[in-house]
Each structure stands twice: as C-alpha cells, then as structure tokens.
C-alpha cells in the first residue's frame, strides 16, 4: 500500500459514510469525504452527474494523488409499497442507489487500471438479498447495485483491482430514525413482524455506523488481499445468512 493512499468515500456526511471516513482515517487513509452538500471537510458532489464526478476525480489526483480506494455510501431510502411508488421515487432511488455507484466506480476504475491496483467497496443493504414489505424500490436498487459491484470486480480482477460489497441491515443512522423513533419501533425491529413476514435480530441489537465501517476497513485493507466479489452481510443475523 502506497503511504499515505487516497480514500474517497461518498455519502461522507451520513451516518455510515462518516464511521467509514473516521475508520479509515484512523489506519492512514487521507480520506476525500463527498456529499450533495458541502459541510466541514465534505466536498459538494452529486454522484448522479458524471460531469461533476469526473471533475471532482480530476482535481483529487491532481491535487492529492491516485486514488487507491473507492467506498460508495450514498444512499437514498424508499420505504413504500411497489403500488405507491411513483415513477419519479422509483427513478430517483435508482439514480442514486444504483447509477451513483456506476458512475462513481467506473470513474474510479478507468483510473486504477492503469496502475494495476485499487479497492473498491460498494455499501449495498441486507434488504437487497431478499423481498422486504414496502422495500420493493430500495431494495431492488441496492441489489443491482450490489451484483453490478461483483460483475465490475470479476472483469477488474486481472488488474488487480478487488471490488466488494458490504450488507447491512438496520443500523442507526438518520435515515433509519424515524423508524426507530415510532412508539415501540426498536423493539419490533428487534423481535420481528410477522404481519411485514419480517425476521426480527437474532444479536438482539441494532448496529452501529461503526459495525458497518469495520467491514469496510477489513475489506480495503491488505488483510483481504486475496478477497473479491464478495458480498459481506453486516444485519446481526436478520437476513438469516441468504
């Protein structure tokens, strides 16, 4: 590993996205933290402009050096029955859950070939493995965009360049609190609904962003070398290890 190596991370100013600049920051990354917004050490970028996405790649080499490690957290949540989706939730989920990571990895990859060597992890969701009750849209998106980060690691691994996925399921972050906010809301994640045909927690706990970025952290590291196309589910259990 180049030292120090460029990690841009997306999604930087979510609850997830933050754990994973934090993480790796921690173990030597200069880590490149993007958002929609721009705040504190966040750089402004929407993933779904490929214009925007190429500038921004071009000023980060320039300016900081190669990028050696590509985390994709960028998310947006869909929590409707298929019959209640409209066509432009169903759009724009997909153009940040699924497009965003295309564009982000392709961007990065076409970069990393050259020099033979990069990590690429795309942050998908256990409710992509899996059908969930009012998840048709969002989970649909995580899961293609889950098997297009595999398909990307099988034709990038003759140049070394390792892509991976990590799962999670319900973890505690802004997008999640008005669900664990309802009356009763932790307690029926964690047991389960029936009604939902929704498995409960078997751990009996609700992960933590920082769960999710340990993940990622042994994912990019040299520890997993040999690791690729893998597809690492991070629910306490809840997906019952489909």
């Given at each position: 590993?180049?030292?120090?190596?460029?990690?841009?991370?997306?999604?930087?100013?979510?609850?997830?996205?933050?754990?994973?600049?934090?993480?790796?920051?921690s173990t030597g990354?200069?880590?490149?933290?993007?958002?929609?917004?721009?705040?504190?050490?966040?750089?402004?970028?929407?993933?779904?402009?490929?214009?925007?996405?190429?500038?921004?790649?071009?000023?980060?080499?320039?300016?900081?050096?190669?990028?050696?490690?590509?985390?994709?957290?960028?998310?947006?949540?869909?929590?409707?029955?298929?019959?209640?989706?409209?066509?432009?939730?169903?759009?724009?989920?997909?153009?940040?859950?699924?497009?965003?990571?295309?564009?982000?990895?392709?961007?990065?990859?076409?970069?990393?070939?050259?020099?033979?060597?990069?990590?690429?992890?795309?942050?998908?969701?256990?409710?992509?493995?899996?059908?969930?009750?009012?998840?048709?849209?969002?989970?649909?998106?995580?899961?293609?965009?889950?098997?297009?980060?595999?398909?990307?690691?099988?034709?990038?691994?003759?140049?070394?360049?390792?892509?991976?996925?990590?799962?999670?399921?319900?973890?505690?972050?802004?997008?999640?609190?008005?669900?664990?906010?309802?009356?009763?809301?932790?307690?029926?994640?964690?047991?389960g609904d029936p009604?939902?045909?929704?498995?409960?927690?078997?751990?009996?706990?609700?992960?933590?962003?920082?769960?999710?970025?340990?993940?990622?952290?042994?994912?990019?590291?040299?520890?997993?070398?040999?690791?690729?196309?893998?597809?690492?589910?991070?629910?306490?259990?809840?997906?019952?290890?489909?």
């Open positions: 590993m180049m030292n120090p190596s460029i990690a841009l991370v997306t999604g930087a100013a979510g609850g997830i996205g933050r754990a994973v600049t934090q993480s790796l920051s990354y200069t880590v490149i933290g993007t958002d929609l917004s721009a705040e504190d050490d966040v750089r402004a970028l929407d993933v779904t402009d490929p214009a925007a996405v190429e500038s921004l790649l071009a000023d980060i080499e320039s300016e900081e050096g190669p990028i050696e490690v590509l985390v994709s957290c960028a998310g947006v949540l869909c929590h409707q029955p298929a019959l209640e989706t409209s066509h432009s939730a169903w759009s724009s989920t997909f153009a940040v859950n699924t497009t965003g990571v295309f564009t982000m990895a392709t961007a990065v990859a076409r970069r990393m070939v050259p020099r033979a060597r990069g990590s690429i992890v795309t942050v998908a969701s256990n409710a992509g493995r899996l059908p969930r009750h009012g998840m048709a849209a969002y989970g649909a998106s995580k899961a293609a965009a889950a098997l297009f980060t595999q398909s990307l690691g099988l034709e990038l691994a003759e140049h070394g360049i390792r892509c991976n996925v990590v799962s999670p399921g319900t973890t505690r972050t802004a997008m999640t609190d008005q669900m664990l906010g309802r009356p009763g809301g932790e307690a029926a994640l964690l047991g009604a939902a045909f929704k498995v409960g927690i078997p751990l009996g706990r609700i992960a933590e962003p920082s769960d999710i970025a340990a993940a990622v952290a042994y994912l990019v590291s040299d520890a997993a070398r040999h690791v690729t196309m893998q597809d690492l589910v991070v629910d306490g259990g809840a997906s019952l290890s489909r």
